[in-house]
């Protein structure tokens, strides 16, 4: 007993301090990404994965009422844990539905109530699990509980690692299986067993009906895994484990055939677009110094422990190299870790778009790098007179150096501003809401979490429609929205609209109330 509790103090004491500091940023989440807002429709919209088809793809002059838009949002009796509606609906969307089969069942527990805690308590759980995995792989590869723990505080309490359980999407169960299918290799490394063939299998299965940019990975730490067998000779091992690899993989095709045409549709996530970033080569360095800048400021305590590491490696040079000549210090890391650097910067050269989000999954291996160095400053001091008070209290302050780190730059999708664009709208919830878009679902979709402030509202592309006309009639005031985005949809300029919206509606006072990039707000009255 003593042993076991030994062995993982350390770790369930960093999982309940992460476990807070989640729960505390969780309570300041104040709004959804437009991503984060498909996950709560694709999941539980019954066979309608878009907000235009609510209106049979053709919302204009069409008045969209708060319960259609929270029946879009939530489950009710009638068609709770229904996965083939979950099938469905990303059949017509550009990822696979695991991720969204979970969000249904836990929307189903919760059924007909909308809340952001409904994706952030599924968010939580897979994400403590993801920290206990990374403690199991850290404790394989190196045998040390402090440097596994070590591993946990820092990617648990990071910006990068907060920001993938903040954010209501399949990233955080992504991340998951990265570190499982890295896990089960390191097993394998070990000897393992034979139910570890399956379950990479299983795990790479799992990975690829989650999001597909987990083949980057996959593909290679399972290369870099089949050139270790190699170099050992261990020739049957490499069939087994190179077959259950593939079989994950070809599994895909009969569980989720619409792969194939998310992956060659001429769509911005498509593989078209990979393709098209892969061949434009003056953009690689660009592309990937922004990664690794952003990478980079939300690991702050990743880089300052391994800055520090490497300097006490550097003093402990000749003691390191007797502990690598006695053949103390094993390398079996290296194809996990460096199976995670080239992963990176290919996702950071063809991504979609240039936001490291596609990469959360691959940091939780590049903080191996980091317990790698303490590894091997451990193998490098040996045993020592004070060697328990001086690991203890060097994890003592990692720790505080992470929740520092954690506080001077907080996770990303929190949206603190989203509670002062509510209290706007709030004060003007009883006057007609027009929505300017020429029906297209992205602006609504991005702005949804506003607009049902309001109890319905109208959308049009005509600023002198009939339909707009007789559902604003003779209130003293209407809200308006704009869409602006000229990348995902229509691009008003919305000073046209507004002076087209003067002379048709009669009204003469404009009163912008805020902008986010998607839509423009304005108050409109007499």
């Known amino acids: 007993m003593k042993t076991v509790l030994k062995k993982y103090f350390a770790f369930l004491l960093a999982l309940v301090l992460i476990c807070a500091v989640c729960l505390f940023f969780s309570g300041r989440k104040e709004g959804l990404f437009i991503d984060e807002v498909y996950t709560y429709g694709l999941s539980n919209s019954y066979y309608a994965p878009f907000v235009d088809d609510l209106k049979d793809d053709d919302m204009i002059d069409k008045v969209i009422t708060r319960q259609e838009l929270l029946d879009y949002l939530t489950v009710d009796d009638s068609d709770k844990f229904s996965a083939g509606s979950v099938y469905y609906n990303q059949s017509q969307d550009v990822h696979p539905p695991l991720y969204y089969w979970l969000f249904n069942f836990a929307s189903s527990l919760n059924c007909g109530n909308f809340s952001l805690w409904t994706g952030l308590v599924l ?3 897979i994400y403590l699990l993801t920290l206990a995995a990374l403690y199991l792989l850290a404790l394989k590869l190196f045998e040390s509980p402090d440097s596994a723990a070590a591993a946990v505080l820092l990617y648990g309490l990071s910006s990068v690692g907060l920001s993938t359980m903040i954010m209501i ?30 379950a990479v299998a299983v795990t790479v299965f799992a990975g690829m009906m989650t999001q597909y940019y987990y083949v980057f990975y996959a593909f290679f730490v399972c290369l870099a895994f089949d050139v270790y067998l190699l170099t050992k000779k261990r020739y049957r091992e490499l069939v087994m484990f190179s077959l259950s690899a593939v079989c994950g993989v070809l599994c895909l095709l009969p569980a989720f055939p619409a792969f194939i045409r ?15 970033n892969l ?11 922004y990664f690794c800048a952003e990478t980079a400021h939300r690991m702050k305590a990743v880089i300052y422990a391994a800055g520090l590491l490497l300097i006490l490696c550097a003093v402990l040079w000749r003691k390191l190299c007797l502990a690598v000549k006695e053949k103390r210090v094993n390398f079996d890391s290296f194809p996990i870790i460096f199976s995670a650097v080239i992963s990176f910067l ?6 979609p778009v240039t936001e490291i989000r596609y990469v959360y999954n691959i940091i939780p291996m590049l903080v191996l790098a980091v317990s790698f160095l303490i590894y091997l400053a451990e193998n490098a001091l040996g045993k020592f007179k004070y060697d328990f008070a001086v690991k203890n209290g060097a994890l003592l302050i990692l720790t505080a150096c992470a929740l520092w780190c954690a506080r001077c730059v907080p996770p990303d999708y929190l949206y ?19 929505y300017i878009d020429d029906n297209y679902s992205s602006p609504l979709t991005y702005d949804m979490l506003q607009i049902m402030i309001f109890d319905d509202l109208l959308v049009t592309n005509d600023t002198s429609s009939e339909a707009m006309l007789d559902y604003i009639g ?5 809200v308006v929205f704009i869409d602006i985005s000229k990348d995902w949809a229509s691009g008003y300029d919305p000073e046209t609209v507004l002076e087209q919206l003067q002379s048709s509606t009669g009204y003469s006072v404009i009163t912008p109330l805020y902008s986010n990039g998607f839509s423009d707000v304005y108050l409109l009255s007499k």
Not at 421 to 433: E, V
Not at 474 to 478: I, L
């Open 123 to 125: 968010d939580l759980v």
């Open 169 to 198: 999407r399949m990233y955080v169960l992504l991340t998951l299986e990265t570190v499982l299918l890295a896990y089960f290799i390191a097993c394998l490394m070990r000897g393992g067993r034979t139910w570890h063939y399956p």
């Open 262 to 276: 998310q992956l060659t549709d001429d769509a911005l996530v498509s593989g078209g677009s990979a393709v098209d």
């Open 279 to 289: 061949t434009s080569f003056g953009q690689y360095i660009s592309r990937i110094k």
């Open 346 to 351: 290919v996702v950071a050269v063809i991504s």
């Open 416 to 434: 603190d501003e989203y509670s002062d664009y509510d209290d706007l709208l709030s004060a003007h919830k009883s006057a007609p809401c027009v």
């Open 474 to 478: 003779d209130a003293p005031e209407t």
